[in-house]
């Protein structure tokens, strides 16, 4: 099971972008899916999460900026990130819970580097 992120860049603070992470691999089923960020010197942190009903959580700092959503037919996690900040610049990790062929797992995407500059 493998999980790829894309659609991080160079953003202007109060700019938008949109994330996306595809899984694959031999999945039966797919429980909660969440993004995590690591700042440079700082430890990594979760951003968002999602449940399978479309249950989200969020860290105080980004609500009301970004949403998480997934699409369950396609095996995509979203995270649509509005009104950035300088301190929104990370490595953005997407991340899942998945019931493969080798039992439950939680396999971490490679990353996707968001940069916001002021």
């Known amino acids: 099971v493998q999980l790829q992120a894309s659609g991080g860049g160079l953003v202007q603070a109060g700019g938008s972008l949109r994330l996306s992470c595809a899984a694959s691999?031999?999945?039966?089923?797919?429980?909660?899916m969440a993004w995590h960020r690591q700042a440079p010197g700082k430890q990594r942190e979760l951003v968002a999460g999602?449940?399978?009903?479309?249950?989200?959580n969020y860290a105080d700092s980004v609500k009301g900026r970004f949403t998480i959503s997934r699409d369950n037919a396609k095996k995509m996690v979203y995270l649509q990130m509005n009104s950035l900040r300088p301190e929104d610049t990370a490595l953005y990790y997407c991340?899942?819970?998945?019931?493969?062929?080798?039992?439950?797992?939680?396999?971490w995407g490679q990353g996707t580097l968001v940069t916001v500059s002021s």
């Open positions: 691999g031999n999945i039966f089923h797919i429980y909660d």
């Open positions: 999602i449940t399978n009903g479309g249950s989200t």
């Open positions: 991340n899942a819970e998945v019931l493969s062929s080798l039992g439950v797992r939680s396999p």
